[in-house]
Protein backbone atom coordinates (compact mmCIF):
# COMPACT_ATOMS: atom_id res chain seq x y z
CA UNK A 1 0.00 0.00 0.00
CA UNK A 2 0.88 3.70 -0.09
CA UNK A 3 3.31 4.81 2.13
CA UNK A 4 3.92 8.03 3.29
CA UNK A 5 7.39 8.48 5.65
CA UNK A 6 8.13 11.59 7.56
CA UNK A 7 10.78 12.17 9.43
CA UNK A 8 12.03 13.71 11.98
CA UNK A 9 9.55 12.12 14.25
CA UNK A 10 10.49 14.18 17.05
CA UNK A 11 12.66 17.23 17.73
CA UNK A 12 13.32 19.38 20.88
CA UNK A 13 15.69 22.62 20.15
CA UNK A 14 15.72 25.80 21.44
CA UNK A 15 14.07 29.23 20.17
CA UNK A 16 15.50 30.69 17.48
CA UNK A 17 16.20 27.76 15.79
CA UNK A 18 14.79 26.86 12.21
CA UNK A 19 13.96 23.62 11.95
CA UNK A 20 12.97 21.20 8.56
CA UNK A 21 10.71 18.39 8.68
CA UNK A 22 10.66 16.15 5.42
CA UNK A 23 7.32 13.96 3.94
CA UNK A 24 8.58 11.67 1.26
CA UNK A 25 5.99 9.15 -0.47
CA UNK A 26 7.86 6.46 -0.93
CA UNK A 27 5.85 4.25 -3.24
CA UNK A 28 3.87 6.86 -5.14
CA UNK A 29 4.40 9.67 -6.97
CA UNK A 30 2.39 13.15 -5.26
CA UNK A 31 1.44 16.02 -7.36
CA UNK A 32 -0.51 17.49 -3.75
CA UNK A 33 1.06 17.08 0.02
CA UNK A 34 -0.79 18.84 3.22
CA UNK A 35 0.59 19.61 5.69
CA UNK A 36 -1.28 20.34 9.32
CA UNK A 37 -1.05 21.04 12.59
CA UNK A 38 -2.34 19.77 15.94
CA UNK A 39 -2.75 20.84 19.15
CA UNK A 40 -3.47 18.86 22.33
CA UNK A 41 -6.87 17.24 21.74
CA UNK A 42 -7.85 19.39 19.19
CA UNK A 43 -8.50 18.11 15.56
CA UNK A 44 -6.52 18.56 12.42
CA UNK A 45 -5.88 21.98 11.01
CA UNK A 46 -4.66 22.45 7.56
CA UNK A 47 -1.89 24.71 7.34
CA UNK A 48 -1.52 24.66 3.35
CA UNK A 49 -1.31 22.54 0.17
CA UNK A 50 1.90 21.82 -1.26
CA UNK A 51 2.32 21.57 -5.11
CA UNK A 52 5.03 20.23 -6.90
CA UNK A 53 6.85 22.77 -9.05
CA UNK A 54 4.63 26.09 -7.84
CA UNK A 55 4.32 27.94 -4.78
CA UNK A 56 2.05 26.67 -1.96
CA UNK A 57 -1.10 27.44 -1.07
CA UNK A 58 -1.24 28.70 2.84
CA UNK A 59 -4.47 28.79 4.71
CA UNK A 60 -6.26 32.00 6.59
CA UNK A 61 -3.88 33.04 9.01
CA UNK A 62 -0.62 30.61 8.09
CA UNK A 63 2.48 33.50 7.90
CA UNK A 64 4.39 32.15 4.76
CA UNK A 65 7.69 33.83 5.69
CA UNK A 66 7.15 31.72 8.83
CA UNK A 67 6.23 28.06 7.56
CA UNK A 68 8.30 27.28 4.71
CA UNK A 69 7.00 24.80 2.36
CA UNK A 70 9.34 23.25 -0.37
CA UNK A 71 8.26 20.77 -2.61
CA UNK A 72 10.62 20.33 -5.30
CA UNK A 73 9.96 16.77 -6.71
CA UNK A 74 6.96 14.55 -7.28
CA UNK A 75 7.72 12.73 -3.68
CA UNK A 76 9.33 15.03 -1.74
CA UNK A 77 7.98 18.09 0.32
CA UNK A 78 9.72 20.01 3.22
CA UNK A 79 8.09 22.42 5.91
CA UNK A 80 10.74 24.72 7.67
CA UNK A 81 9.56 26.35 10.70
CA UNK A 82 11.73 29.33 10.90
CA UNK A 83 13.28 31.11 14.04
CA UNK A 84 10.74 28.72 16.24
CA UNK A 85 9.41 30.08 19.64
CA UNK A 86 7.59 27.92 21.89
CA UNK A 87 4.31 28.78 20.74
CA UNK A 88 5.06 26.91 17.69
CA UNK A 89 5.33 23.42 19.69
CA UNK A 90 2.97 21.56 18.02
CA UNK A 91 2.35 17.99 16.25
CA UNK A 92 2.89 18.53 12.60
CA UNK A 93 1.09 16.19 10.02
CA UNK A 94 1.69 15.49 6.76
CA UNK A 95 -0.47 13.85 3.56
CA UNK A 96 0.11 13.04 0.00
CA UNK A 97 -2.42 12.29 -2.47
CA UNK A 98 -1.51 10.01 -5.36
CA UNK A 99 -1.27 12.32 -8.84
CA UNK A 100 -4.62 11.63 -10.23
CA UNK A 101 -6.76 10.12 -7.54
CA UNK A 102 -8.76 12.64 -5.78
CA UNK A 103 -10.85 10.54 -4.68
CA UNK A 104 -8.41 7.96 -2.97
CA UNK A 105 -7.42 8.87 0.26
CA UNK A 106 -4.87 10.86 1.83
CA UNK A 107 -2.10 8.72 3.28
CA UNK A 108 -0.30 10.40 5.98
CA UNK A 109 2.63 10.52 7.45
CA UNK A 110 3.39 9.38 11.09
CA UNK A 111 3.50 12.84 12.30
CA UNK A 112 6.48 15.40 14.05
CA UNK A 113 6.69 16.14 17.64
CA UNK A 114 8.36 19.61 17.86
CA UNK A 115 8.85 21.03 21.44
CA UNK A 116 10.53 24.54 21.16
CA UNK A 117 12.35 24.81 24.45
CA UNK B 1 -19.48 28.37 5.48
CA UNK B 2 -18.27 25.02 5.69
CA UNK B 3 -18.61 22.74 8.54
CA UNK B 4 -19.06 19.50 10.19
CA UNK B 5 -20.66 18.78 13.25
CA UNK B 6 -19.50 15.27 15.30
CA UNK B 7 -20.28 14.20 19.34
CA UNK B 8 -17.03 15.63 21.02
CA UNK B 9 -17.13 12.36 23.66
CA UNK B 10 -18.57 8.90 23.31
CA UNK B 11 -18.41 6.37 25.75
CA UNK B 12 -19.03 2.57 25.04
CA UNK B 13 -18.65 -0.91 26.89
CA UNK B 14 -16.17 -3.67 25.80
CA UNK B 15 -18.20 -6.17 23.07
CA UNK B 16 -21.14 -3.88 22.44
CA UNK B 17 -21.88 -1.00 19.09
CA UNK B 18 -21.49 2.11 19.21
CA UNK B 19 -22.45 4.40 16.46
CA UNK B 20 -20.86 7.68 16.18
CA UNK B 21 -22.94 10.51 13.44
CA UNK B 22 -21.41 13.00 11.28
CA UNK B 23 -23.34 15.78 9.68
CA UNK B 24 -21.94 18.28 7.43
CA UNK B 25 -22.14 21.22 5.21
CA UNK B 26 -20.02 22.00 2.72
CA UNK B 27 -19.32 23.67 -1.26
CA UNK B 28 -20.03 20.66 -3.21
CA UNK B 29 -19.27 17.08 -2.40
CA UNK B 30 -16.90 14.48 -3.43
CA UNK B 31 -17.39 12.11 -0.79
CA UNK B 32 -16.82 11.39 3.08
CA UNK B 33 -13.85 10.01 4.74
CA UNK B 34 -13.59 8.07 8.47
CA UNK B 35 -10.16 8.14 9.92
CA UNK B 36 -8.92 6.52 13.02
CA UNK B 37 -6.94 8.32 15.32
CA UNK B 38 -4.75 7.39 18.70
CA UNK B 39 -3.12 9.71 20.76
CA UNK B 40 0.01 10.67 19.58
CA UNK B 41 -0.10 9.38 16.49
CA UNK B 42 -1.23 10.34 12.67
CA UNK B 43 -4.66 9.65 11.00
CA UNK B 44 -5.49 6.03 9.79
CA UNK B 45 -8.05 5.60 6.92
CA UNK B 46 -10.75 3.42 7.92
CA UNK B 47 -13.36 3.97 5.33
CA UNK B 48 -14.81 6.37 1.86
CA UNK B 49 -18.05 6.96 0.95
CA UNK B 50 -19.05 8.89 -2.11
CA UNK B 51 -22.70 6.87 -2.86
CA UNK B 52 -25.62 6.68 -0.63
CA UNK B 53 -25.75 3.60 1.50
CA UNK B 54 -23.95 1.67 3.74
CA UNK B 55 -20.24 0.43 3.29
CA UNK B 56 -19.42 -2.51 5.58
CA UNK B 57 -15.43 -3.22 6.09
CA UNK B 58 -15.40 -5.92 9.11
CA UNK B 59 -16.18 -4.62 12.22
CA UNK B 60 -16.69 -1.45 11.22
CA UNK B 61 -19.22 -0.22 8.88
CA UNK B 62 -19.77 3.33 7.44
CA UNK B 63 -22.98 5.33 6.39
CA UNK B 64 -23.89 8.12 3.77
CA UNK B 65 -26.93 10.30 3.09
CA UNK B 66 -26.05 12.96 0.95
CA UNK B 67 -29.49 14.60 0.20
CA UNK B 68 -29.77 14.93 4.72
CA UNK B 69 -25.79 15.83 4.89
CA UNK B 70 -25.61 12.67 7.93
CA UNK B 71 -22.90 10.25 8.30
CA UNK B 72 -22.52 7.74 10.62
CA UNK B 73 -19.70 5.40 11.60
CA UNK B 74 -21.24 1.79 13.29
CA UNK B 75 -18.35 0.24 15.05
CA UNK B 76 -19.10 -3.51 16.60
CA UNK B 77 -17.79 -5.99 18.89
CA UNK B 78 -15.66 -3.24 20.02
CA UNK B 79 -12.56 -4.20 21.79
CA UNK B 80 -10.16 -1.88 23.93
CA UNK B 81 -7.95 -1.11 21.07
CA UNK B 82 -10.91 1.14 19.72
CA UNK B 83 -11.08 3.17 21.88
CA UNK B 84 -8.93 6.31 19.93
CA UNK B 85 -10.73 9.56 18.53
CA UNK B 86 -12.48 9.01 15.23
CA UNK B 87 -12.96 11.87 12.27
CA UNK B 88 -15.25 12.70 9.78
CA UNK B 89 -14.11 14.32 6.88
CA UNK B 90 -15.59 15.63 3.64
CA UNK B 91 -13.94 16.60 0.23
CA UNK B 92 -15.15 19.74 -1.47
CA UNK B 93 -15.68 20.47 -4.79
CA UNK B 94 -12.01 21.65 -4.90
CA UNK B 95 -10.83 18.16 -3.33
CA UNK B 96 -9.97 19.25 -0.33
CA UNK B 97 -10.61 17.60 3.31
CA UNK B 98 -12.62 19.59 5.89
CA UNK B 99 -12.26 17.94 9.05
CA UNK B 100 -14.60 17.37 11.78
CA UNK B 101 -12.99 17.99 15.20
CA UNK B 102 -12.93 14.83 16.25
CA UNK B 103 -14.92 12.04 18.32
CA UNK B 104 -12.87 10.22 21.44
CA UNK B 105 -14.10 7.10 21.77
CA UNK B 106 -13.76 5.38 25.51
CA UNK B 107 -14.49 1.61 25.44
CA UNK B 108 -14.75 0.80 29.40
CA UNK B 109 -14.21 -2.88 30.34
Known amino acids: GAVVSQHPSRVICKSGTSVKIECRSLDFQATTMFWYRQFPKKSLMLMATSNEGSKATYEQGVEKDKFLINHASLTLSTLTVTSAHPEDSSFYIC?????????????FGDGTRLSIL | GQNIDQPTEMTATEGAIVQINCTYQ??????LFWYQQHAGEAPTFLSY??LDGLEEKGRFSSFLSRSKGYSYLLLKELQMKDSASYLCAVEDSNYQLIWGAGTKLIIKP
Open chain 2, 26 to 31: TSGFNG
Open chain 2, 49 to 50: NV
Open chain 1, 95 to 107: SAREAGKEHQPQH
